[in-house]
T-cell receptor
């Protein structure tokens, strides 16, 4: 079945450091890929998405590229801020025609001043 | 345009009681999904509903859990005879019809605590 594997956290960085959170997936067909962010005590917010191979999703300085050859969708940001501290979830959508999402276990990011 | 609304935000139930969680999808959205997030884990799909129909309930526990999305009113996730292991955050998401390739929008969740 479909699955998503994320690097374990927490990831601890200083402000302005470079961020990479690894995500790989297993899926049949051509799923869409997503990164969601969950701030403390809040629900999930869509951060970015990519719907086909080689697409790059970007938002708020975050980027991720859909790599079919390596089945990866790694999240990157060039310079993190304290306000980026949150849990980040990689997810893929089922390819059967509706939005059943399969999530990774999440990676907690802690950014210190 | 209000987002996905879930209530209550926090719910405390004693073991053996019933829990009812409500979800009002975004305006124009006819697809509703329920997910459960256990402590320190990712979200797990539970059920997908359209108005008056359960489309996929492959993630629902076989007993005590049920969901509905009536013609009028919010979607309801019902948990009967709750146990401590049901303590989790329950998230609802909605999407418009014919939404292949677009994202689902999530509510803020209901945090259920069973004491």
């Amino acid at each position: 079945g479909n699955s998503v594997t994320q690097m374990e956290g927490p990831v601890t960085l200083s402000e302005e450091a470079f961020l990479t959170i690894n995500c790989t997936y297993t899926a049949t067909g051509y799923p869409s890929l997503f990164w969601y962010v969950q701030y403390p005590g809040e629900g999930l917010q869509l951060l970015l998405k990519a719907t086909k191979a080689d697409d790059k999703g970007s938002n708020k300085g975050f980027e991720a590229t859909y790599r079919k050859e390596t089945t990866s969708f790694h999240l990157e940001k060039g310079s993190v801020q304290v306000s980026d501290s949150a849990v980040y979830f990689c997810a893929l959508s089922d390819t059967t025609g509706f939005q059943k999402l399969v999530f990774g276990t999440g990676t907690r990011l802690l950014v210190s001043p | 345009n209000a987002g996905v609304m879930q209530n209550p935000r926090h719910l405390v139930r004693r073991r053996g009681q019933e829990a009812r969680l409500r979800c009002s999808p975004m305006k124009g959205h006819s697809h509703v999904y329920w997910y459960r997030q256990l402590p320190e884990e990712g979200l797990k799909f539970m059920v997908y509903l359209q108005k008056e129909n359960i489309i996929d309930e492959s993630g629902m526990p076989k007993e005590r859990f049920s969901a509905e999305f009536p013609k009028e009113g919010p979607s309801i996730l019902r948990i009967q005879q709750v146990v401590r292991g049901d303590s989790a955050a329950y998230f609802c998401a909605s999407s418009p019809p014919n939404s292949l390739g677009t994202e689902a929008f999530f509510g803020q969740g209901t945090r259920l605590t069973v004491v």
